[in-house]
């Protein structure tokens, strides 16, 4: 017969799948495997225990860790010009959020600047690019999970975070170089420190854009 086994683990920073299942033993035991996916909510190093235990097969322990840094920059996201590109942004967090939406060329523009994201959930920024302008605007960005992530991550490895972009246009109307420039998306100390989470300074991804024509 088959003997299921719970799992779980005491760092929320660590995800598992809650039962797996293990044929009837074999002389010298049965080999089993679970995944365990580090989404932090926070930056710096996470330790936890994974627990896997049956009342018939035993109770099982072992160590993990991860470690979580600023999230990596993404892109260049190209935005054809007079038209808009979609970034999926996932808030990793498990509790909702504020996050705060920018960008540092005059030749884009976003149609929210801030907005608080749901638990786990994915949120939709719409970048839009006025076009090509004589001269170009030469700006692009740097510093910045997942998820995560830190995801990671993330906060991930980074606040992890799963990105993915598509960029629909008409071509620009007024030739020139094409405008460069950064989305910045920042989750403040304050909100994290509102939302419960043990952090105490400023999550930021990063998102490099490039018009197009």
Partial sequence: TKTEYLCKVDNPNF????S???????????????????????????????????????EYQFPI???????????????KGHSAATIQF????????RFHFSVDSAAFSLRSSTD???????????????????????????GGSAGGGGGGGGTGGGATSAMQQRGHASSASVPGPA?????????????LRDAELPCTEDIRWIYYLRGAP
């Avoid at 860790?65 to 935005?79: A, E």
């Fill in 15 to 18: 995800l598992v799948e809650r």
């Fill in 90 to 97: 996932k808030n990793v967090f498990a509790k909702a959020a």
């Fill in 65 to 79: 860790r991860g470690t979580c840094l600023q999230p990596k920059p993404q892109g260049p996201i190209v935005v």
């Fill in 20 to 58: 797996i299942s293990a044929l009837a033993a074999v002389p010298g035991g049965t080999a089993l495997s679970t995944d365990v996916t580090f989404e932090p909510q926070w930056l710096g190093s996470s330790t936890g225990t994974l627990t896997v235990a049956s009342n018939t097969g035993g």
């Fill in 179 to 191: 405008p460069t420039g950064t989305l910045t998306v920042t989750c403040t100390a304050e909100s």
């Fill in 116 to 142: 608080t994201i749901r638990p786990r959930k994915i949120y939709y920024v719409m970048v839009s690019c006025e076009g090509n302008h004589p001269g170009g605007s030469g700006v692009s960005g740097g």
